[in-house]
């Protein structure tokens, strides 16, 4: 017996076209009762919106996002616009009873994001964050070998984030860049993946310290208004912070997006006492895997293809070797989360792990602001970790 899902999407961009595809593509790979249905999209340009529905297969459109949430004809509703507008219409879904998929950076603030978990919860409705990066086989089976003790302790988290499409002083001042848009720049943009990434394998951040930088601060605007040709980039083009694990082990990120060279650059090395994983987005079907119990002569990292049978999601796809793509780590995520809503069980990463997501990015925030180390609470924004403040 197949279960609807009715998608009501806000956006239509890079992130809408990403999870259209997704939700057009699952039932190809996912043989669950759960079955999205592709039934409107809202964006202001309404030739935009018209041709987005056309080419991603949405059935109507709207150009206002207040009237698709509304419609009763809607069961879930997909939040891909700029970060500014998560919280307004992620609120606005709950509490018209909607369940909820947002992109990341959930929010503008903490106080955003604990408005957007409390109308969930208190909706009754179950909320999605896209920290799509989770859901790459991969990734999973670095979490399966850790959580199976396969590293025994975790000493290092070595986790970057670079990028390089913004180093040519002339690319325009884009919403990723303006602060009344986006909230911050590379560190919330790609930072919050390698957050969370983190988070997932090796569990949540005590306290840290961190550095932002703005390499460029002023751009040409995309379009010149008057005589105004340029605009102020309010927003961090890098970020690197250290931390502390609450298990003890101690983290060095690093988010940029003037790695030149590097176009997608999502990589971790996590070093236990018993071995260490490493994994590049840029090549998301491997893992290389350091077993510290290896004979002598066989020291060193082999590279494992996770598209074996025993590998995560294996299953869904194609025979060994026959690799995935970024794409599929939407398929994975939204497979899982459609299955929650099915069975009525919780799906992670929600909004819990985007509040606590958040709460890391304000940190980092505060410190390079105050430049000392600081905590990252449970109950509310980075304090000082010094000198007992609370
Ligand atoms: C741009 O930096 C971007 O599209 C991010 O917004 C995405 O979250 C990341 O997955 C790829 O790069």
Same mark, same amino acid.
């Given at each position: ?38 039934? /409107? ?24 996002w ?23 219409? /992620? ?11 947002c992109?990341?950076p959930l ?15 208190s ?18 089976? /670095? ?7 396969r ?44 957050v ?39 927003v ?23 790695a ?39 020291q060193?990292f082999?590279?494992i ?7 995560p ?9 026959h690799?995935?793509?970024y ?43 105050q430049r ?10 980075g304090?000082? /970790? ?5």
């Amino acid at each position: 017996m197949t279960r609807e899902f009715r998608i009501g999407m806000v956006g239509y961009k890079f992130m809408g076209k990403a999870h259209s595809h997704a939700f057009r593509d699952l039932p190809f790979f996912f043989d669950s009762e759960a079955v999205p249905v592709l039934t /409107a999209i809202a964006g202001r340009d309404e030739s935009a919106v018209r041709e987005a529905a056309r080419r991603f297969g949405f059935a109507s459109y709207e150009t206002d996002w207040r009237r698709l949430v509304e419609r009763d004809d809607i069961d879930v509703v997909d939040i891909v616009t700029p970060n500014n507008m998560h919280a307004e219409i /992620a609120v606005a879904a709950a509490k018209a009873g909607k369940h909820v998929i947002c992109e990341k950076p959930l929010a503008m603030s903490v106080e955003q994001a604990e408005q957007m978990l409390e109308a969930v919860q208190s909706s009754g409705v179950r909320a999605l964050i896209c920290h799509n990066y989770r859901f790459a086989p991969a990734v999973q089976y /670095a979490k399966r070998l850790i959580a199976d003790g396969r590293l025994g302790r975790i000493y290092h988290v070595r986790a970057q984030y670079l990028q390089d499409w913004v180093m040519d002083p002339h690319f325009p001042l884009v919403w990723r860049m303006q602060k009344s848009v986006t909230g911050s720049g590379a560190l919330g943009d790609i930072g919050a993946h390698i957050v969370d990434l983190a988070r997932f394998l090796v569990g949540e951040i005590t306290d840290l310290t961190a550095t932002l930088e703005t390499f460029i601060g002023e751009r040409p605007l995309a379009e010149p208004m008057g005589n105004q040709t340029k605009g102020l980039v309010d927003v961090d083009d890098a970020v690197a912070w250290l931390a502390h694990f609450e298990q003890g082990a101690l983290g060095v990120f690093e988010a940029t997006r003037f790695a030149g060279g590097n176009r997608n650059g999502n990589r971790f090395e996590i070093n236990g006492e018993k071995g260490s994983i490493r994994w590049d987005l840029e090549n998301m079907n491997l893992l290389q895997v350091y077993l510290a119990e290896d004979e002598p002569g066989l020291q060193g990292f082999r590279t494992i293809n996770c598209t074996e049978p025993h590998h995560p999601f294996a299953d869904r796809y194609w025979p060994p070797g026959h690799i995935i793509g970024y794409e599929h780590t939407f398929l994975n995520l939204f497979a899982a989360f459609f299955q929650s809503l099915v069975d009525e069980t919780d799906c992670r990463p929600d909004f819990r792990d985007g509040l606590q997501n958040q709460r890391v990015l304000e940190a980092i925030e505060k410190s390079a602001e105050q430049r000392r180390w600081m905590d990252v609470s449970r109950e509310g924004t980075g304090n000082p /970790a010094t000198g007992g403040e609370c």
